[in-house]
């Protein structure tokens, strides 16, 4: 019923700065925390930064100070800004909404713990 693609990955050298993007789609009413995860190899999948529909945000103390998240409620979006990359950044990055409240013709749904397809970050000189 949803789905949640992102966007804006690469390879970018030591310093450089990326922007991810993930959009929902799907006849959508509302979506609660959204969050961007990411998972190394032969590391476990890790939280980066989240975001409450009231704009709250927590990140890993790894990132804090370089990564900046936000969303746009109304396209119901969430977006990662990397700036002062390194290469321990490198990873999958995965968007994540916890709860998302769609419409499906005649009832109201709820979709829980989603997960986009991931977009790979690559840090490297």
């Known amino acids: 019923q949803v789905q949640l693609v992102e966007s804006g990955g690469g390879l970018v050298q030591p310093g450089g700065s990326l922007r991810l993007s993930c959009a929902a789609s799907g006849s959508i009413l509302s979506i609660n925390d959204m969050g961007w995860y990411r998972q190394a190899p032969g590391k476990q999948r890790e939280l980066v930064a989240s975001i409450t529909v009231g704009g709250s945000t927590n990140y890993a103390d790894s990132v804090k100070g370089r990564f900046t998240i936000s969303r746009d409620n109304a396209k119901n979006r969430v977006y990662l800004q990397m700036n002062s990359l390194k290469p321990e950044d490198t990873a999958v990055y995965y968007c994540?909404?916890?709860?998302?409240?769609?419409?499906?013709?005649?009832?109201?749904?709820?979709?829980?713990?989603?997960w986009g397809q991931g977009t790979q970050v690559t840090v490297s000189s």
């Open positions: 994540n909404a916890d709860q998302v409240t769609y419409y499906s013709g005649s009832y109201v749904g709820y979709e829980y713990d989603s």
